[in-house]
Each structure stands twice: as C-alpha cells, then as structure tokens.
C-alpha cells in the first residue's frame, strides 16, 4: 500500500513539474491576432522566422530559415516597382498583371509549403497598405486583403506585417 502511495504522489508531482513550451517562431497556429512580424492567411497565423529581400523589387517573409532546394517554408511577399528609400501608402493591386507596377502600387502574395498553392492579390479591395521605411529596412502594413489561388479558385484574407530584419 505504501508503495502505490508513493507511486501516486511521485507521478502527481511529476505532472505537476511540467510546463508547456510556448511555441517557436516557426510553428503555424490558427489564431485570430496578426503577430507584430508575421502574417495571416485564413484563420492561420504566421510569424516570420526571417524575412529580406529575394529580388531587385521582392521583400520575402519566410514563417522558417529556408535551406535546401526544397525549403518547407510557408512565405508572404509585397512586390514592389522599385524598393522605397521612404514611407508612404501604396495600393494592393492583381498581382501579377498584364501591366507593370507603378511607384504607388504593390501586390502582395502568399505561398504555402504543404500544399504547393500560392495565393495572388486581387486588387479588388482598393485596400492601401502603409509602408516606412527606417534605417534602410522596409515595412509593409498588410490590412485585410483579398488574395485567390488561381489554381484552385478559393479565396481567402490576407493580412499581416512584413518587417526586414
């Protein structure tokens, strides 16, 4: 009897000991908040675990270090006509277009690893987003937009905060 006593309290204070470990930074839960530098595809949250430029015109924001041929990283890019040296609000137009991007204009997609789909900005919303730029690093303010799969044909919202590091 004794020793069943002591195996109940032991096991009691083991669980007890235990803590949860918050989650990393590359971890996709759903959630209804935007985290401060990250993105929000849906009802899922990402937070970006490095974000830079990936072109002459492309701020990148990956939500894990990509490596590899094959990266398994989630992404949200702004597409711009020339990267700002200054703040200022930009409209979210179709990206891509038949037309080229204008100093005023950005488009916005985001890139899912598991299922390979890419969602376009629509431009339909006639949504701006606000851009500073300090210290030479961008960031973008993606209010709730709408982007579409063009393989697919669903739609969802975007939003977030795209800061380079």
């Known amino acids: ?30 959630s209804t908040t935007i985290p401060t530098n990250g993105w929000k595809l849906g009802t899922t949250s990402y937070s970006s675990a490095f974000v830079g430029r990936t072109g002459s ?26 990267f700002p040296t200054a703040g200022g609000t930009y409209t979210i137009v ?15 997609t985001a890139g899912l690893f598991a299922t390979s789909k890419t969602y376009y900005s629509t431009g339909i919303d006639a949504i701006t987003a606000t851009v500073t730029v300090t210290g030479g690093k961008i960031k973008v303010e993606i209010p709730s937009v709408w982007v579409k799969n063009t393989t697919g044909g669903d739609s969802l919202k975007l939003t977030g905060t795209v800061l380079e590091q």
């Open 94 to 108: 179709q990206y891509p277009a038949a037309t080229a991007l204008t100093s005023t204009q950005i488009g916005v």
């Open 57 to 82: 015109t492309t701020l990148s924001a990956f939500d894990a270090i990509p490596s590899g041929s094959s990266p398994a990283a989630n992404t949200c890019n702004v597409f711009f006509s020339a």
């Open 1 to 30: 009897m004794k020793r069943i006593l002591l195996l109940i309290a032991a096991t009691g204070c083991l669980f007890s000991a235990c803590t949860k470990k918050s989650s990393d930074s590359t971890t996709v839960t759903p």
